[in-house]
């Protein structure tokens, strides 16, 4: 009987044993099956962002789109009577707000509202530019277009005034 009772418990024990050995196996395959999905996730992710970075932090298209900008400026002052004399507005307000007595936020202030100008004179000459594009022909769109634009430079020349009037008087 003892023999028996033995024999019991040790296959009871065994039982038991060979259960918590297959739970164990269980959670490591599942954790080692996790930790692998997790790596390739992680590396999925890290690849995507490498190329991601490479497009957005290039060098070579930083420098082509300064190139770009610059060749607008160029085309601008060129072709642009306005634009010239709004460069040469933008010179001499410099140099003004060198010799008045006025805060460096005013002076910012001064300054960056011909600059204002200047950059709504970009945008209207490529307003033109793409109008002209379309067509020559009348076109009551066409001129409404242009007309906009125009009165844009308009109302940037009167905020500038507005700002230089109330700085110095």
């Given amino acids: 009987m003892q023999t028996m009772i033995s024999l019991k418990n040790k296959k009871n024990f065994n039982l038991k044993k060979s259960k918590t050995y297959f739970l164990k196996f269980v959670f490591l395959s599942l954790f080692l099956f996790l ?3 997790i790596f390739l996730m992680v590396f999925k992710i890290k690849s995507i962002l490498e190329k991601t970075l490479k497009k957005i932090f290039s060098i070579k298209k930083l420098f082509k789109s300064t190139q770009f900008a610059l060749n607008g400026l160029k085309i601008v002052y060129k072709n642009e009577v306005a634009f010239r004399q709004e460069c040469f507005i933008l010179f001499f307000s410099i140099l ?3 010799f008045i007595n006025v805060s460096k936020v005013e002076k910012i202030l001064m300054i960056g509202s011909i600059v204002f100008i200047l950059i ?9 530019k793409v109008v002209n594009r379309i067509g020559t022909e009348k076109n009551i769109l066409s001129g409404e277009a242009k007309d906009i634009s125009a009165s844009a430079v308009f109302v940037s020349i009167l905020l500038a005034c507005f700002i230089w009037f109330i700085i110095l008087f």
Avoid at 120 to 127: Q, S, V
């Fill in 96 to 98: 003004i707000t060198f």
């Fill in 120 to 128: 709504i004179e970009i945008i209207n000459t490529a307003i033109e």
């Fill in 35 to 37: 930790k692998k999905v």
